[in-house]
């Protein structure tokens, strides 16, 4: 054997359970086929500037006291310290639907008493939600699978506030449409409502390149711009793996974080995947780079849900984009980035992935221009003198996502199906990451650890 | 090696496992996931620590002989008496 492990992909999740595995002392090695770490969450630099995809915050941030929630777990399991990841938390944040707005902080507490302020009546029923999310059993390997919506109105009256909760725990981590698990909302509303939001001055890069070294000091190995081209298969098990280029190498387990339809796709005789199990979820997201912080020009939300119909439509819209509801992030406004030299404004939107991806080279480019001014007109609702301010942009499609992390449909949140213990149908493969079922950075990262933990290091 | 030195090694490695814990006064013979809340990841580092440093094997069925300081070094004694006190 080459190796005791084989990880796909250098993106949070595999990256994590690289760390995990090399720290105990396992062979490791990392096949990323970009020559960029991250995965869903990378960044670049263009012209000059650094760029982030993915990471508008990291999301279960909690302060220094806290041990049992997600983050500080992961760091104990990664032998990492809070200041690896220099994480600053948001002011505030904002869900604003027509006629109403709520506001939320690091503290459940500012939500609760918005959500008395502006729908009186929920008062106590909302608190009631958010007592029945605390106590929630959130084993993942438990528990089945319940109607969010079907749940949220059994505790709430109010449609447009049912709604309103939604608008941005679907669009932080729902690869459903329409509707999602309840506990993936217990989970993620815990992250969003209470614990919160934070985001490391650098961006999404100094998490990953703390991730890497730390993988790298533990004796791990990894191979860039190494695409695995299928996975040989013999007694049920993986038995080599081969490289685009015609290298071959082996492992005594494989750990994927690639997806679970695209892993299958690896594995010649792989049994034939559904449909509906390919995710449909992606996103168009534009960056704005601003000569003034927004802060100064009047926005001071870190995170914006909008949404502009009374009811929220989460699924891959008829049109490239649907312009009624999206995610407006604005870097700067966290605490400590005050001094930042250019203001950066992104908005997300969801997308249709079969129009973008059709494209040919020139109608892409066109249509990327065409929701560039769009952009403009909805981000003057937030800075209205944007295109005074405005100096450089980029986008960032279905299309951009399917090409560098191979996601079938540019699906940033993978399968609607997740397989919560990793297994396949063969015996020494594990999914990790997205198919796997934590979603979100931390979640990523907490996949990777689990996974490595249950399917390797607990086995022995 | 000695019981207190077994004892000292535990602490090390929960120092680095769950580097927020207060270690400072622990009780030798009181369940040591009680007084540092520990949970069962942390427990399982435990272990893989120990194995990782000492190249010894604990099954899993053996786990709870790690409950506390005191059945910790009764457990462990036999194990590391070929291991040189570092």
Redesign the interface.
């Known amino acids: 054997m080459d190796y005791d492990v084989i990880i796909i992909g250098a993106g949070m999740s595999g990256l994590a359970a690289g760390i995990r595995l090399a720290y105990f002392g396992k062979r490791v090695c990392i096949l990323e086929k970009h020559y960029a770490f991250g995965g869903l969450n990378s960044y670049y630099r263009l012209d000059g500037r650094d760029y982030d995809v993915g990471l508008h915050a990291v999301t279960n941030f909690v302060g220094p006291g806290v041990r049992d929630t997600p983050l500080p777990k992961l760091l104990r399991q990664l032998r990492m310290s809070r200041n690896d990841f220099e994480l600053l938390p948001q002011r505030f944040s904002e869900i604003r639907f027509p006629g109403v707005s709520l506001r939320f902080t690091n503290d459940l507490d500012d939500l609760i008493a918005d959500v008395a302020e502006n729908f009186p009546g929920e008062a106590d029923r909302f608190r009631k939600l958010c007592a029945h999310v605390g106590e929630f059993d959130d084993n993942v390997l438990l528990t089945d699978y319940q109607s969010t919506r079907a749940t949220l109105k059994e505790f709430l009256h109010e449609p447009m506030l049912i709604e309103m909760l939604l608008c941005p725990i679907m669009y932080y981590g729902s690869a459903e449409e329409h509707d999602m698990d309840f506990l993936q909302f217990v989970i993620i509303f815990k992250s969003l409502f209470c614990e919160g939001f934070a985001r490391p001055r650098d961006g999404v890069r100094k998490i990953i390149k703390a991730l890497v070294k730390k993988f790298r000091s533990c004796g791990g190995e990894l191979r860039m711009q190494t695409p695995v081209e299928r996975l040989d298969v013999a007694d049920d098990r993986v038995a080599t793996v081969l490289i685009v280029g015609g290298e071959t190498l082996s492992a005594a387990t494989v750990l994927s974080s690639a997806g679970y339809v695209e892993t299958m796709r690896f594995c010649g005789d792989s049994p034939s995947v559904p449909a509906e199990e390919v995710g449909r979820v992606s996103f168009v997201e534009t960056i704005a780079v601003l000569d003034e912080l927004p802060q100064r020009l009047g926005h001071e939300a870190a995170i914006v849900f909008f949404n502009d119909c009374d009811t929220f439509t989460y699924a891959m819209p008829e049109h490239p984009v649907d312009l009624r509801s999206g995610v407006v992030c604005c870097p700067s406004n966290y605490e400590g980035h005050d001094d930042m030299p250019e203001g950066f404004l992104r908005m997300t939107w969801l997308a249709n992935s079969d129009v973008w991806m059709a494209d040919d080279d020139a109608a892409y480019r066109q249509r990327k221009i065409d929701y560039l001014a769009e952009f403009k007109t909805q981000a003057r609702r937030y800075v209205p003198t944007v295109d005074d301010h405005f100096i450089a942009s980029d986008m960032f499609t279905p299309r951009t996502i399917h090409r560098y992390t191979g996601r079938l449909n540019g699906a940033v949140y993978g399968s609607p199906r997740k397989r919560r213990d990793g297994r396949t149908h063969l015996k020494n493969l594990f999914l990790c990451g997205t198919d796997q079922g934590y979603l979100g950075i931390i979640g990523a990262l907490l996949s990777g650890i689990t996974i490595a933990n249950m399917h390797v290091l607990a086995e022995e | 090696m000695g019981d207190q030195r077994i004892k000292n090694i535990i602490l090390e490695i929960i120092a ?6 207060e270690i400072t006064d622990v009780k030798t013979d009181i369940r040591l996931r009680d007084q540092l ?1 520990l ?1 069962s ?2 427990f ?2 435990i272990v ?1 620590e120990l ?2 440093r000492y190249k010894i094997e604990i099954p ?1 069925e053996e786990y709870p002989e790690l409950a506390t300081l005191d059945s910790c070094a009764a457990y462990l004694g036999p194990k590391l008496a070929g291991v040189a006190a570092t």
Do not use: G, H, S, Y
């Open positions: 680095i496992v769950a580097p927020d814990a809340d949970d990841m942390d399982l580092d893989m194995r990782k899993k």
